[in-house]
């Protein structure tokens, strides 16, 4: 389908961001005249930082519309080079401002801590109190002027590893052709998940094998590119003083490391539940062995809920109606007022995804298909764009982006409401275990997986620390058996599974992804307290919603009912999981 045929009630509007590419070469020329510089020297009074910070802020907001305006259009159509130009030139904007106000944050840690913590006490400066907080807490791990200067502008060269690593991941890892539906094709990422997801045995097994065919012959390289990623968090860590590169990675999202660490124990500790599900999928699918190629489609057969986009909205509307009205008002605003983008079209960015940019409405991009997967997708990225709307409505703009620590969790405790929803409403057996299994499989891959490749991680980062180079052995090595210690003797841990690791995009953002298993912890326990506590368990969610990014994730999760410092919320997630699967045994 082309672009134009698509009625404009499915389209996202760009234009309440700019009405045209004029209005936006216009503003773009504008943010050209960067200069901050007179400010230079005189961050040392309350007034000063003031004008400052306001200064900065303006700027900002207007370069990240300019920069929302490119990315949408863009993603309407990948193959218009004139969007990706755009992208480009603000990247550039992105950097130059960097550059120019690399002066600023030396300026105001060299002020005394007394001196901080007076203008963090400054009514006048409010809005940058939980910034000034911080920066005390940063100032041992700031550098000089000049050496902040010279980092701001390594940070793209130094960003090589991983972009070697998307270029052969995308464009030069030559994966062999497969048959498939009667034709020869070139295997592909998104080929190969639609082959994993299918009910054909045989092809699962021969695309597995293909697929890591490909990554074994450039095993070589990709373990120098994982190695470099690594090398460079090392060297942040070193220059900045860190004791370590996780270390670093918690204290940037202002997140104490006991979370982290209770999250490897208590899901260490479960992991006989995993295998336990393991051994039921085993006996459901009636293997002798099951592979881990067998571990991705649904076993439940013909209990998909396909339906069209407009049932599937209201369906997603009715499943969060604990969130009480004000929530369905925005969930149907998002709808009618030109949010959303539905529909798959040719040269269309793939995927979703939900983005907020202060001072703009959220936009959502969905290429929506009549799957039950789509239903959850739609009620995941609108938990996305109203944690935005709810954020950028309350906070300033200083303290209006949330960390990306919480960035899963309203996304999360919309699809946890509406699958309990699915569940109870049913009558359908087969639905039911459908959903089931859907739950238990967020849960296998949102919580146990990412907690695999959050201690994977860890210890790689550790090996190299001590001075241990990584390589395609060592690094195959520990990911095979951190694979065994997860999945269990049910599972049939192929050769091939021990490369894993290196067809990891998201291990060149070092220790992102045990951010996706603690927000699934904390959206299991907010929505149970909202389900069983009513109004009272809401109105604390909307105030963690609001929060944005005016004090630490961690924090703001308390409010909500999630304290991750403590055992409650791991125990309540795996007490879920456990439930969940004494339901679908009982249906087996």
């Not at 990306?404 to 309203?410: G, R, S």
Request: charge should be negative.
């Amino acid at each position: 389908m082309e672009r134009r045929e698509v009625p404009d009630q499915y389209k996202w509007k760009v234009s309440d961001v700019f009405e045209s590419d004029e209005a936006w070469e216009k503003a773009y020329a504008e943010l050209e005249q960067i200069d901050f510089s007179r400010f230079k020297g005189t961050l040392n009074t309350a007034e000063n930082i003031l004008a400052y910070l306001q200064e900065e802020d303006a700027y900002e907001i207007k370069l990240m519309r300019a920069y929302l305006y490119a990315h949408l259009r863009s993603d309407e159509d990948v193959r218009v080079t004139k969007y990706n130009s755009y992208l480009a030139r603000i990247s550039s904007l992105f950097t130059r401002l960097g550059a120019e106000t690399a002066f600023a944050v030396p300026e105001l840690s060299a002020l005394s801590d007394e001196m901080l913590r007076e203008l963090a006490q400054d009514e006048r400066l409010k809005a940058y109190d939980y910034t000034i907080t911080r920066l005390i807490a940063e100032k041992k791990h700031i550098l000089s002027e000049a050496e902040e200067r010279i980092l701001a502008l390594a940070s793209e060269p130094l960003e090589t590893a991983g972009n070697a690593f998307t270029m052969l991941d995308n464009a030069e890892l030559n994966l062999p052709e497969i048959e498939y539906e009667g034709e020869k094709v070139q295997l592909s990422n998104g080929l190969y998940a639609v082959i994993l997801n299918g009910n054909d045995r045989e092809k699962r097994a021969e695309a597995f094998k293909l697929y890591y065919s490909a990554y074994q012959k450039i095993i070589n390289t990709l373990a120098t590119t994982y190695f470099g990623n690594v090398r460079n968090d090392i060297f942040f860590k070193t220059v900045r003083g860190y004791e370590s590169c996780l270390d670093k990675a918690l204290f940037a999202e202002d997140v104490d490391k006991s979370v982290y660490e209770n999250l490897i124990q208590a899901v260490g500790e479960k992991t006989p539940l995993m295998h336990r599900y393991m051994q039921d999928r085993k006996q459901v699918l009636g293997y002798d062995e099951m592979h881990m190629y067998d571990l991705h489609f649904p076993i439940v057969d013909n209990a998909d809920v396909k339906l069209t986009f407009e049932e599937a909205y209201d369906l997603v509307v009715e499943g969060l109606a604990p969130l009480g009205e004000d929530y369905r008002e925005l969930l149907l605003k998002g709808k009618n007022d030109g949010w959303i983008d539905v529909c798959e079209t040719e040269g269309k960015r793939g995927g979703a995804y939900s983005i907020g940019v202060y001072g703009n409405h959220p936009f959502v991009l969905l290429n929506y298909q009549q799957t039950t997967h789509e239903v959850f997708t739609i009620a995941h990225e609108m938990g996305h764009a109203i944690h935005s709307y709810f954020s950028n409505r309350t906070q300033p703009y200083a303290k209006a982006n949330y960390k990306i620590f919480v960035a899963e969790v309203a996304s999360t405790v919309n699809e946890v409401l509406l699958l309990k929803h699915l569940v109870k409403t049913t009558e359908d057996a087969s639905l039911k275990k459908y959903l089931l299994t859907y739950f238990i499989d967020m849960i296998r891959t949102t919580l146990f997986r990412q907690t695999q490749f959050a201690e994977f991680e860890e210890r790689a980062h550790a090996m190299a620390e001590a001075g241990e180079p990584l390589n395609k052995d060592n690094l195959s090595e520990l990911y095979l058996s951190l694979n065994k210690k997860y999945y269990g003797e049910a599972v049939t841990h192929d050769e091939q599974i021990a490369i894993e690791w290196a067809r990891i995009p998201h291990f060149y953002n070092s220790f992102y992804v045990y951010k996706y298993a603690t927000g699934i912890i904390a959206a299991i326990t907010i929505a149970n307290k909202i389900l069983s506590e009513g109004k009272p368990a809401v109105e604390k969610y909307f105030e963690f919603l609001s929060g944005g990014g005016s004090t630490d994730p961690v924090s703001l999760l308390k409010i909500a009912g999630a304290d991750l410092t403590t055992e409650e919320p791991f125990r309540l997630a795996m007490e879920e999981f456990e439930k969940t699967l004494e339901e679908f045994e009982a249906l087996m």
